[in-house]
């Protein structure tokens, strides 16, 4: 099982994710595609976000049964807690 | 619930074998947020942390928690540690004990009963080993044979991974005199302990009543996870302190302890083997569940289906 969520991203990315996936909600994908098939999505996110942001997270043999990648810039950073990703959000940037 | 209310009902408990393991919180205050158990560190960044998904949280040095946050653990059933250095234990709570007393009749009738007290060590015995215990051996003495084979133990997987190893040794006073072996041993053990309060606390029995143990607020704890110590937090301690001789972490020797534990833990699915495991040796004793009295006062209500373990309020 994968799930992709897609921020202010092209729509010629969002158009090439629905050809794998199904779009549940505006720019929210799911899936269920093998580790490579699942790599090389992520590798056409990467290429084709601009300047929106993405991240992925997938069912993974770990503690927290999913594992989960981003990209772009985002309020939401993942962080490290001794091997268990958690999320940390970042207050508003004052200008 | 009336609709006019703010809020959504308190979170139930779910089961302890649905849940990860455990995680170490090191600084920040600690507080509920939208009814969500948050982490907000000086800089105002806010860490979620699943509160009712783990078995219990380890609060290092450095945290500060509030009154709702401790509310919102204990309603989701989750355990709080509070830990000093190395996972040295100072206080627990969150998920209250006792809240099931056919269950802590039982285990203290088990442990005042002599010959159910022997069976139970001989239980464990089995289950620690694989193998029955010797006929015809008082618990001290199967304590004494235990006590050899666990220093066996101890010598054989330290020679395993390839590393010097003397005794077991530790002292509390001054965590960072011990070697790295001990040292990765305590840490490990720390969250061994932890899980292994959970469980005890989840399935409904007290910590403090202990059959081989005694003494201790966590004898029960000691006697439950010794059974899962050679399986899970002794490797996962000798293969980090074989990689830290070789000057081979990233991270600091405790954290890399924990990650090795945690991934431990998972493949020996021990989350769900610790109650079972718990009402297996304590059966062993061959005592009858105590039936309330007939003069006592029944519950004036029914409570709904229980969503979480035994020994979970909710």
Redesign the interface.
């Known amino acids: 099982m994968l799930v992709i969520v897609v921020e202010n991203a092209p729509p010629r990315l969002r158009g090439r994710l629905a050809v794998w996936l199904l779009e549940i909600r505006a720019g929210v994908y799911v899936g269920t595609y093998s580790r490579r098939t699942r790599e090389r999505i992520w590798t056409e996110v990467l290429a084709a976000i601009g300047d929106g942001n993405a991240v992925i997270a997938w069912a993974a043999p770990n503690d927290a049964g999913f594992s989960f990648d981003t990209c772009g810039v985002n309020r939401r950073v993942p962080v490290d807690f001794d091997g268990f990703h958690l999320v940390a959000f970042h207050p508003q940037e004052r200008d | 619930m009336s609709a006019s209310m703010p809020g959504l009902s308190p979170p139930r408990p779910i089961p302890l074998k649905d849940r ?2 455990l ?3 090191e600084r920040g205050q600690i507080d509920v947020l939208d009814g969500a158990f948050v982490v907000v560190d000086a ?7 699943p509160v009712g998904g783990f078995a219990c949280i380890m609060l290092e040095p450095g945290t500060r928690v509030s009154h709702a946050a401790v509310a919102l653990a204990a309603r989701a059933g989750t355990l709080l540690v509070w830990v000093g250095e190395a996972g040295v234990r100072l206080y627990a709570s969150g998920q209250p004990g006792g809240a099931r007393a056919d269950r802590l009749l039982w285990q203290a009738r088990l442990a005042l009963d002599e010959a159910a007290r022997l069976k139970i060590v001989r239980k464990m015995f089995e289950l620690r080993f694989g193998e029955p215990a010797p006929e015809r051996r008082s618990v001290d003495q199967l304590r004494g044979i235990e006590g050899v084979r666990v220093r066996k133990t101890y010598e054989l997987m330290a020679r395993q991974y390839g590393l010097t190893w003397n005794r077991r040794a530790y002292d509390r006073m001054d965590w960072s005199a011990a070697d790295i072996p001990n040292r990765c041993l305590s840490a490990a053990t720390a969250c061994l302990y932890g899980l292994t309060e959970t469980a005890v606390l989840a399935a409904g029995y007290a910590p403090a009543i202990g059959f081989l143990h005694t003494g201790k607020p966590l004898s029960f704890v000691y006697d439950v996870a010794d059974i899962f110590k050679f399986e899970t937090v002794v490797p996962a301690a000798f293969k980090t302190a074989a990689r830290a001789g070789g000057d081979r972490l990233e991270r600091s020797i405790e ?1 890399s302890v ?2 090795e534990c ?2 431990m ?2 493949r020996t699915n021990l989350l769900e083997r610790l109650i079972p495991s718990i009402e297996d040796m304590l059966s062993a004793g061959d005592l009858p569940r105590p039936d309330p009295p007939v003069d006592a006062q029944l519950p004036a209500f029914e409570d709904g289906e229980p969503s979480g373990d035994a020994g979970h309020r909710g």
């Open positions: 990860s393991s995680i170490f919180v800089t105002g960044i806010r860490t979620h942390i954290s924990r990650r945690r991934d833990f998972r």
